[in-house]
């Protein structure tokens, strides 16, 4: 029990740091999310005033998914660095394989459009390293954040 104490000790101190960090960046570097890039037409690129984010809400009726504040640094990519370089440290090990259920995809979390039960889903990784570069993409892969972060 002490064991377990002391690792979850560690991983809220690195998540607090982290926090403290990447705040601290993002009203420093105050750069713009990809909605306000693409459709103001960043690097020469034609704009489409249109474009939606991955996260937004499938109806497109709202934009407001994308956060009001800068998006360099990615909060969620460096919680979850912070999180799986404790993991990792603490294990002495990146090399450990786990499953992860989202709440979102557990079987019974109802879907807002559907109205259903969204289906149970299970993610297997062999790594703390392959979670956490899953948990950085995503954040691209939602359209909520540029590549360089």
Do not use: C
Request: aromatic share 14%; charged share 25%.
């Amino acid at each position: 029990m002490e064991v377990n104490a002391g690792l979850f000790a560690l991983v809220n101190y690195s998540m607090a740091d982290a926090g403290i960090t990447t705040w601290d960046s993002k009203h420093f570097y105050n750069l713009w999310r990809p909605i306000v890039g693409i459709r103001q037409r960043a690097s020469g690129n034609s704009a489409d005033l249109n474009w939606l984010p991955l996260e937004a809400p499938e109806n497109g009726a709202s934009d407001s998914s994308t956060s009001e504040f800068s998006f360099y640094v990615s909060g969620h990519a460096t919680f979850g660095l912070a999180i799986f370089e404790v993991l990792r440290r603490f294990y002495e090990t990146d090399d450990i394989p786990f499953e992860f259920q989202s709440d979102e995809y557990n079987g019974k979390t109802m879907d807002s459009i559907t109205r259903r039960a969204r289906p149970a889903r299970t993610r297997r990784y062999r790594s703390f390293t392959q979670a956490e570069t899953e948990n950085f993409l995503s954040r691209i892969y939602l359209g909520v954040h540029w590549r360089i972060d």
